[in-house]
């Protein structure tokens, strides 16, 4: 998948192998951002080189490993800042087990990721993106939303039809269905892309049409 706009903004929907999570690279000219940098570092280092971008900054939805196992070493390769909530920086280095099954190395512990911004920043010049709290997958779950692309990435909060696992570290339902009721709140336009960390895309229409936790929001907000 790919979305440009009249900003010269492009954004790209990646699975880096080995094909497990969602990864999303936005570039404006020759800078960019990626999201969620799951693989190989060396595999994002080879896709950068062949297309002369220059990263800016990684920001993760969460600190799963399967959402940061890039990260660090891309940092240390590329000078780039990691931008992480600091509920989740006790993640960091957990589930070393899951990369084994996927052939990927541990997570480098040495780099310390930079705090999450609140509520908003600016990744390219004009361009700013809305930083939404999500905590309930992990205590430190974030969303990412990018007007200018009217796309939103929602890590492992939301799925098409479902919501993330909350009996892992940091989960719990109530305040993930709090969070479920925090993203309807953002009065997104029904068009608006909704990325999750996994599995397919989808949008804010069909969530209210048939994500049965998103319907269960909007209920309890009309009352």
């Not at 492009?10 to 690279?25: G, Q, R, Y």
């Not at 007007?147 to 570290?169: H, M, Q, W, Y």
Request: net charge negative; proline share 5%; charged share 20%.
């Amino acid at each position: 998948m790919e979305i440009k706009n009249q900003k010269n903004l492009k954004l790209e929907l990646l699975n880096m192998a080995p094909h497990f999570t969602n990864s999303v690279l936005v570039s404006h000219g020759n800078k960019c951002i990626i999201f969620d940098a799951w693989g190989r570092a060396q595999d994002w280092i080879r896709l950068l080189h062949e297309r002369n971008l220059e990263l800016l900054a990684i920001y993760s939805t969460h600190g799963h490993p399967d959402h940061i196992s890039a990260a660090p070493d891309l940092v240390l390769s590329t000078g780039a800042k990691w931008f992480l909530n600091n509920a989740d920086f006790n993640l960091i280095g957990w589930g070393d087990e899951l990369l084994n099954e996927f052939g990927l190395p541990p997570i480098t512990r040495d780099i310390v990721p930079t705090a999450m911004p609140e509520h908003k920043t600016t990744i390219f010049n004009d361009i700013n993106m809305d930083i939404i709290s999500c905590p309930g997958h992990t205590c430190g779950g974030v969303a990412f939303y990018i007007r200018d692309l009217g796309t939103c990435i929602v890590g492992d909060t939301i799925f098409a039809d479902s919501i993330g696992r909350t009996d892992l570290p940091g989960g719990d339902t109530q305040t993930l269905k709090k969070s479920i009721l925090h993203l309807y709140e953002q009065n997104m336009p029904d068009d608006t892309i909704i990325i999750p960390g996994h599995d397919n895309i989808t949008n804010i229409a069909t969530l209210k049409k048939h994500n049965p936790y998103f319907k269960l929001a909007i209920k309890s907000r009309a009352r």
